[in-house]
């Protein structure tokens, strides 16, 4: 089972920041969290991850909650190409094997 | 450098056949990973190769089979088809290492009638 709980959908209006929460209340200490998301039937595609810091890159932001047990991802002006599923992963520990767990992410829509 | 692709993009066959479905890396990456995604869902993952072996099952049958290359790439072989394995499989390429992201293909949307 997904380890991490997301709001199925969320609107955003064009050139608005969309913040996309996500809830991973039972990370462990050396889990990361990774975003992708997925327009219609192509391959996900990576965002951005991190552990404990906030972080950015040119697609997002990343605020992860002190207590990591939550997250947001933060499209900061979002264009109606962001129109996508968005999926918050926690990796979970392995002896080796580097799976991702997805849940049914975030159906987030921009309107113009 | 070019990304991760599939082939063949689409694909229909009938109950009890048998498919290959493939795969190249992304340059340099050594591990790939194969996942289901039925419609409405988030990706399953299958299994993960990394050197030519498998290095990790999810929760599907035998008949889910794959080999990986000496140059990388990878097959995912399904045998009886079902209806139930009409999706979209697709493939990750990484770097076998703990936090080293995974890049999709765009998948082979197969469909069994």
């Known amino acids: 089972d997904a380890k991490t709980t997301q709001p199925p959908s969320m609107d955003c209006a064009e050139g608005r920041a969309a913040n996309l929460p996500c809830n991973h209340s039972?990370?462990?200490?050396?889990?990361?969290v990774y975003w992708y998301r997925q327009i219609h039937s192509q391959g996900p595609q990576y965002i951005i991850h991190g552990l404990k810091n906030n972080e950015t890159n040119e697609m997002a932001s990343l605020i992860i909650t002190e207590d990591r047990k939550s997250s947001t991802l933060i499209l900061p002006h979002a264009t109606l190409r962001d129109t996508a599923v968005y999926y918050c992963i926690v990796r979970p520990p392995t002896s080796g094997t580097y799976k991702y767990i997805f849940g049914t992410g975030t159906r987030l829509k921009v309107l113009a | 450098e070019t990304g991760v692709t599939q082939s063949p993009t689409h694909l229909i066959k009938t109950r009890g056949q048998q498919v290959t479905l493939r795969c190249s890396s992304q340059s340099g990456h050594n591990t790939v990973s194969w996942y289901q995604q039925a419609l409405g869902q988030g990706p399953q993952f299958i299994f993960q190769y990394y050197r030519e072996e498998e290095n990790g099952r999810g929760n599907f049958p035998p008949r889910f089979s794959g080999l990986q290359f000496p140059n990388y790439s990878s097959e995912l072989n399904v045998n009886a088809l079902e209806l139930d394995d009409s999706a979209l499989y697709l493939c990750?390429?990484?770097?076998?290492?703990?936090?080293?992201?995974?890049?999709f293909g765009p998948g082979t949307r197969l469909t069994v009638l």
């Open positions: 990750a390429s990484s770097l076998q290492s703990s936090y080293n992201e995974q890049f």
């Open positions: 039972t990370i462990s200490g050396n889990e990361y």
